[in-house]
């Protein structure tokens, strides 16, 4: 895998990562020797459509998109990931290849866990196995929600509701990204994409420069996402709350 690596002992507190973070300390023990920060790249694939997975990545600052091609070749997004979740869940699924392409959209750090290291914890604990299902339950949520909003509403709702997406994961006001690289995640031609911008920054919502785009008005840009935004995000919380596991001597799985 392309970046650098940093080899070190991590402590569970250290981490931003909200799936790291929420796991059981004994499930954390699993995962800590194998876990690996690393730096991500601006588009660099960490999954290819029908290849092998080989890591899990837990993302701290980079983000995410997992993208659906057309028979065209243009890509859509279908999944977006920060720091609240992970790559690679075709494992916990026992799969070994990608179903779609994943690559980043905002250079940073997260975490790789090698995939044979990864099932071999998922397989020895129910608990773990649980919580990285819930995850997967939420990213269903919002394919879901992306599916809905990028059939029903108009640009400058979808454009609310996916920048509001990149805000959450991103530290600060501050997203860098293109009008081409927002065209390709939101399947919509470049001028719409400026036209779109210039709306919402004439709407005094955000402040678009070149490879730029700021926060001014949060609350604005949630009112312009019309109800679209906050159906994944709701989602996510109540789902991630849970704190559903086998119990006793079911929290191992011992296999033949």
Do not use: C
């Amino acid at each position: 895998m392309p970046g650098g690596k940093i080899s070190m002992s991590i402590q569970q507190f250290m981490t931003i990562n909200r799936l790291l973070n929420g796991l059981r300390a004994a499930d954390f023990a699993l995962l800590e020797p194998h876990l690996r920060y690393r730096n991500f790249a601006l588009k660099e694939y960490v999954e290819r459509q029908g290849q092998p997975i080989d890591y899990a990545i837990f993302f701290d600052s980079a983000i995410a998109s997992t993208v659906a091609s057309s028979p065209g070749g243009e890509d859509v997004e279908v999944g977006l990931i920060g720091f609240e979740g992970m790559s690679g869940t075709a494992l916990v699924l026992r799969g070994d290849t990608a179903p779609l392409d994943t690559y980043v959209q905002s250079a940073g750090y997260g975490y790789a866990v090698p995939a044979r290291a990864f099932m071999a914890a998922v397989k020895q604990s129910r608990t773990l196995e649980a919580r990285l299902l819930l995850y997967i339950q939420t990213m269903i949520v919002q394919a879901s929600s992306t599916a809905l909003v990028n059939g029903t509403a108009d640009a400058e709702t979808r454009l609310a509701r996916w920048l509001l997406m990149l805000h959450d994961r991103s530290a600060g006001s501050n997203i860098a990204i293109t009008h081409q690289f927002i065209a390709v995640m939101l399947a919509m031609h470049r001028p719409w994409v400026t036209e779109t911008l210039h709306v919402l920054e004439g709407k005094h919502l955000i402040r678009s420069t070149r490879g730029n785009v700021q926060i001014l008005d949060r609350a604005g840009l949630i009112a312009e996402a019309r109800g679209f935004y906050g159906m994944a995000e709701e989602a996510y919380e109540r789902i991630m709350a849970r704190r559903d596991a086998p119990s006793g001597a079911d929290l191992r799985i011992v296999e033949s």
